[in-house]
């Protein structure tokens, strides 16, 4: 009854965010505003997360004055593909609504998922916005570095596989809290792991939802603040009336439609390049149009340097990536990150035993190492075909090569082909935002309303009536607080964010969840320690990393082109008005950055790396060995035999469906 | 959950030692020797660029084959972990469990 009422109040507000969406008139969206700022690089779990730290800065302030050429999806069709995807997941979200009564139904779809299923929805968490249109953007702008990026992802499902999901599986319930309260003091352990798991699951959503709103806005030419609610009103809707079964469905549906266009636009590249990938290679070096842009554009050699061959050094390593200890950092946040974010974890939770668990993680693996070597192609397709150049003026940070090189090989611009298979791309990547905010929104609010309230308020004495509706109240205030947070950001660099969500899940959970379950003397004590020095370490050193925005920076930069300018009139040149507007700019923009600092008082970065997590985990390994071995506890020493025997054995596994 | 066990008990069990040991060796031995594989990748790449920048097939150069050797790899320990989880560990815990029941 209640169900159902909401449902429809639901539904309403759904149609109305869409109707308001198909009325452009009363948004007046600057459009190069729209075209210039960083969308997809900055949303998702994905590997284009990272790289785009050092992009995500500079297009907003280094937009180019020349009138930006854009995307221009038909609104009929698009439109239509969007209202149909709506309707779909709205149809998935009623039905899921009736069978979820009890508190295993809501987090973990009542044990009821198939491995298979699970394997496409944990697949679907890893194919975010983010690497659908930004690593292909980056590889269509920086060759072979954007490709490299694909290969974390990839690998740290080959952790996951081994170590972490089986056990886990066998030895968890629902959340975080559960694997690490085990043979801990529960209440202290669940209130850390909670306060650890809305942390990192809210940074992740704000960056997802700030990318989200941005790439809506030059989709669908809405201003930003209706795309964010849009997107989190569908999101709220997913999660409290259909919990985990209504979020991993969506997440289904939506890797099987994300496959499907990059499987068609792999396939129509292939098709174009004579289906042989050798000449293909032979002919992106031998690209003029990519030559100029790899010797003008990014190694900025004015005059060609003879007998450089340019071409191939769109193939070689080094173009986007400069510092390697950055890059065995990110690989270590990726190949132990991955494997400790909560919204990943509570996924192994909704297939019924270790069996599927680890056929969940072969068959996300199968689907995501196809999808990573499929965009490998799109993104030199695109280079190839579209040139970099076009891309990189229809977005800086390259963020819309995927739909530029749909329309052109569906058609071109105009034609229905183009337009249609334009559109599809878009609903897809809407379709994608959609599912991956929706299990972050479930993963905190589970953290919240299991952890904290059933556990820690109610003592674990609340009924399945109570659960559902606190998890349900939980989730809806989640999902209010990431919009309200979401508008307030959209003008911050949130990219710090996503590099921070992987450092604190590498650096805290993984060591946390890894001893619990494999070393005998660990304790309480340890696991705080963990917890806490590992997100307090992440947390500070990115504060301090080149990740965040330093005016001062922004000012050197500003006064260059200022200095570089001013010289060339001074020798008597007439700047072209291009110029002149580029200095008018920088004088701007040094007027207002000089002598500022970061968020936390810094002129210059402390810390060199982006990415914490070389540094941060061990320091959180650390931090769990000292503490452990300073207080002693015999309880979780004796409890040991019982958490290792479950892990290993499946006995007395948590049936997710009997209470 | 219904059932308890007296899980001091199994864990002396000659059974379950053998499945833990065996578990031990092979999750951590793989997991130690795909993770060496994996973080060759930034670090060649990184300190050894022009083993990367050899042409292998026409253009195609190490670089782009390694990347690709790190998919086939990831598939590889899947593929055997796979086998030897459903053959080997599965059979040992049903001995085990059926044995305790």
Redesign the interface.
Known sequence: MLVKSLSALFLLLSLTTAAMAAEPVKSPVPSSQATSTPTAQQTGPSAASQPSAAKAVQPAQAASPGAPVKVKPNRAITITMFMAIIAVTLCVVVWAAKQTTSAADFYAAGGGITGFQNGWAIAGDYMSAASFLGMSGLISLYG?DG??Y??GP??S???I???VAEPCRNAGKFTLGDILSFRAAPKTVRGVAAISTVTVSLFYLIAQMVGAGKLMQVLLDIPYRVSVIGVGVLMVGYVVFGGMKATTWVQIIKAGLLMTGTVLLAVLVMVKAGMN??SF??D??GSQMIQDHVRMNVLKDAIPKAGFDYG?RF????LF?K???D??S??IAW?LGAAGLPHILMRFFTVPNA?EA?KS??VA??IN?TF??LINLIGFGAALYLTPQLISSVDKGGNMATLLLAQKLGGGAGSLGGDMFLAFICAVAFATILAVVSGLVLAASAAIAHDIYVNIIKGGKADQKAQVRTAKITSLCVGIIAIFMGLAAEKENVVALVALAFAVAASGNFPAVMLSLFWKRFNTAGIVGALVIGTVSAIGLVMVSPNMTYPQKIANDAKKVIETLEKKQAEGTVLAEKDMKALEKARGDFKKNDGGVSMVGLKAPLFPLKNPAIVSLPLGLLAAILFTLLFRDRRAEDMF??I???Q?????I?KASDH | ?A???D??N??RNPK?LE??RK?RVF??G??AA??AF??M???L???F?EL??M?I?????F??LF??S??VA??F??FI??RV?NNQF?RL?DE??RE?Q
């Open positions: 072979i490709f490299m694909a290969v990839m690998f499902f080959i952790a596989l081994l170590v990938p050798i290679f032979s992106i070096v191939q193939l070689e390593p080094g990536l510092n390697p200890l890059q065995i990110l690989g190949a069996k680890r993680i072969v693996l199968f190492s990573f070597f035999d019982e290792e025997v479950r290993i054995t499946g006995l007395g948590a | 959950m059932t308890t066990y899980w001091g199994i864990a379950y499945l833990k578990k999750l951590f793989w997991w795909s993770s994996y973080f990748l930034p670090v790449s990184g300190y660029p990367f920048k042409k097939i026409g253009v195609v150069n670089g782009y990347i690709l790190q998919f990831a598939f320990v899947a972990y796979t989880a599965d815990t085990l469990v305790i």
